[in-house]
């Protein structure tokens, strides 16, 4: 069975960074693009960043280019969010979620269960 | 960028009634779309890919079309267990954008 847990969410101060971790397990990691997506409390879902299997292929949302960085370690089959200068629009659930293939480009299936970031003074 | 408009963004129904969801891209996207259900307080569940093919286990009252620009998501008949917040998804190509979302009630 496939499963994706998060980790590393909590409270941080705007400016501040936080990074996220993402353990997979139940599948092939090196086979498969990952991604994160956020939900903002109430709010609909958006695509954050994706990540191809061999770190190859790389995108961002615009919201969020040039301050998170997202990365992969296929020896330990863990997925990074690396966020630096969070700002409180940030705040979100943020969702691990597995690729169809090893292409960036591709819909989203499972997710994990969510960490929460809560970006605030 | 490619925007993605779903519409309504709620509905109301009752048991048993045919329920239509539409997702529209603001450039074609050929028919790379997917269709996400989530239940409150739970995370998303893939539905549809490619438009029309339902991912397994998906029960067969649920039903995509369309291609290009215009996309539906069919209930074709709604039960209680439907209720639920659904979500278009592109991905001809990076962004992967979501649409803004369709609250089902009954």
């Given at each position: 069975e496939v499963q994706l847990v998060e980790s590393g969410g909590g409270l941080v101060q705007p400016g501040r960074s936080r990074r996220l971790s993402c353990a997979a397990s139940g599948f092939t990691f090196d086979?498969?693009?990952?991604?994160?997506?956020?939900?903002?409390?109430?709010k609909g879902l958006e695509w954050v960043s994706g990540i191809s299997w061999n770190s190859g292929s790389i995108d961002y949302a615009d919201?969020?280019?040039?301050?998170?960085?997202?990365?992969?370690d296929n020896a330990k089959n863990s997925l990074y969010?690396?966020?630096?200068?969070?700002?409180?629009?940030?705040?979100?659930?943020?969702?691990?979620?597995?690729?169809?293939s090893y292409g960036l480009v591709n819909w989203f299936d499972p997710w994990g269960q969510g960490t929460l970031v809560t970006v605030s003074s | 960028d490619i925007q993605m408009t779903q519409s309504p963004s709620s509905l109301s129904a009752s048991v048993g009634d045919r329920v239509t969801i539409t997702c529209r891209a603001s450039q074609?996207?050929?028919?790379?779309?997917?269709?996400?259900?989530q239940k409150s307080g739970?995370?998303?569940?893939?539905?549809?890919?490619?438009?029309?093919?339902?991912?397994?286990?998906?029960?067969?009252?649920?039903s995509g079309s369309g291609s290009g620009t215009d996309f539906t998501l069919t209930i074709s008949s709604l039960q209680p267990e439907d209720v639920a917040t659904y979500y278009c998804q592109k991905y001809n190509n990076a962004p992967l954008t979501f649409g803004g979302g369709t609250k089902v009630e009954i």
């Open positions: 086979d498969y693009a990952m991604h994160w997506v956020r939900q903002a409390p109430g919201s969020v280019k040039g301050r998170f960085t997202i990365s992969r969010l690396q966020m630096n200068s969070l700002r409180p629009e940030d705040t979100a659930l943020y969702y691990c979620a597995k690729g169809r | 074609g996207i050929s028919n790379y779309l997917a269709w996400y259900q739970k995370i998303p569940k893939l539905l549809i890919y490619g438009a029309s093919t339902l991912q397994s286990g998906v029960p067969s009252r649920f």
